[in-house]
């Protein structure tokens, strides 16, 4: 999985939610038996119930993605339809009294592969043109000015800034401002950053990324006492 396929894979279906399609299936005790602790590799095969899978498959149907709270597992279309078939070969733990059935509710998501496989080359293209952009800024349209942008390119002409730099791009001079804002203990900064500029249509436009410690107690002035210096 490249980087592009990783951002989309951060849309796809969780395990969970993909095994609550399956009528009938325990869902967490199903995904325990899927656990590559649990059922282990040999000769690069991972085996769920009966079903032996390649590496690759295993790897569609078990995708970690890192979280706030460690990780979720997440499957991709092409895993919910391996999923599929591990459920009608009976390899999927059953709530007791509970049958296999012909209808579930994955179909719908496993049709989006194609959907999520463009997605992913969209983000490939993109991320050439920028970086073609940041190589020939001359070549810079208004329809190209994003943050993400903007940003690199100030860094590569001015490196770390503060205050404001200016530059002219496709016709309009666009602004830079950055202010620092520091935490309550004052060992922690972070910068707030504003880009902005007048459209051809002569209107203002502003990107912004917000300081985490603007609204601290040390950035007011009337709130900043007895902290330390």
């Not at 095994?19 to 038996?33: A, D, Q, R, T, Y």
């Not at 001015?158 to 520091?182: M, N, P, Q, W």
Request: glycine residues 6%; hydrophobic residues 30%; neutral net charge.
């Amino acid at each position: 999985m490249d980087l592009y396929e990783e951002a989309v894979a951060t849309e796809y279906m969780t395990l969970i939610q993909a095994l609550k399609c399956l009528p009938g299936v325990m869902p967490n005790k199903s995904k325990e038996i899927m656990s590559p602790d649990y059922s282990g590799v040999e000769y690069s095969r991972y085996k769920i119930g009966k079903t032996e899978l390649t590496e690759a498959d295993y790897n569609e149907l078990w995708i970690e993605i890192p979280s706030p709270y460690g990780k979720t597992i997440r499957t991709s279309p092409q895993g919910a339809r391996i999923l599929l078939k591990l459920y009608y070969n009976g390899d999927l733990i059953l709530k007791k009294g509970e049958k296999i059935s012909k209808e579930t509710g994955l179909q719908e998501y496993i049709e989006k592969g194609k959907y999520f496989a463009q997605k992913a080359e969209q983000l490939r293209r993109d991320d050439e043109h920028r970086a073609y952009l940041l190589e020939n800024p001359e070549k810079i349209k208004e329809s190209d000015f994003s943050y993400g942008l903007l940003d690199k390119l100030f860094w590569k002409k001015f490196g770390a800034i503060r205050g404001a730099e200016s530059l002219v791009l496709d016709g309009i001079e666009v602004t830079k401002y950055v202010s620092v804002y520091k935490s309550n203990s004052g060992k922690s900064q972070d910068s707030e950053v504003v880009f902005s500029w007048v459209d051809s249509n002569g209107e203002k436009q502003v990107l912004k990324k917000a300081s985490s410690f603007k609204e601290n107690r040390r950035n007011d002035p009337d709130r900043d006492w007895g902290l330390p210096d």
